[in-house]
């Protein structure tokens, strides 16, 4: 499975971004999808994921309200819209598949896309 994220760019705080994530692999529908990010100096952390079956969804406190994880098992793509940003939502944006169901654990996905940066600007 192949994940390749993009949509990353510089935007004002207040704007709006959005993260799309285009898997390759026959059976994409299997795998829950995650957004996670890290920031400079930071860990990696979890911020959004979607289960294999749409409805079901859970976010970080920090996104909860102003990130919406959707997905689209016939175009094998998953995306992250994100609302409202802020200065400390700057960091670079992996997504990443699990066959451990939703979980917010990194060590629990699978597979991995490249990042893509994202910077919020004042």
């Given at each position: 499975v192949q994940l390749q994220a993009s949509g990353g760019g510089l935007?004002?705080?207040g704007g709006s971004l959005r993260l799309s994530c285009a898997v390759n692999g026959r059976t994409f529908g299997r795998y829950c999808m995650g957004?996670?990010?890290q920031a400079p100096g930071k860990e990696r952390e979890f911020v959004a994921g979607?289960?294999?079956t749409v409805g079901r969804t859970?976010?970080?406190n920090s996104v909860k309200g102003r990130f919406t994880i959707t997905r689209d098992n016939a175009k094998s793509t998953v995306n992250l819209?994100?609302?409202s940003l802020k200065l400390e939502d700057t960091a670079v944006y992996y997504c990443a598949a699990t066959s451990s169901g939703l979980v917010?654990?990194?060590k629990l996905y699978?597979?991995?896309g490249q990042g893509t940066q994202v910077t919020v600007s004042s």
């Open positions: 935007v004002q705080a957004w996670f990010r979607i289960s294999w859970t976010y970080a819209q994100m609302s917010d654990v990194s699978d597979y991995w």
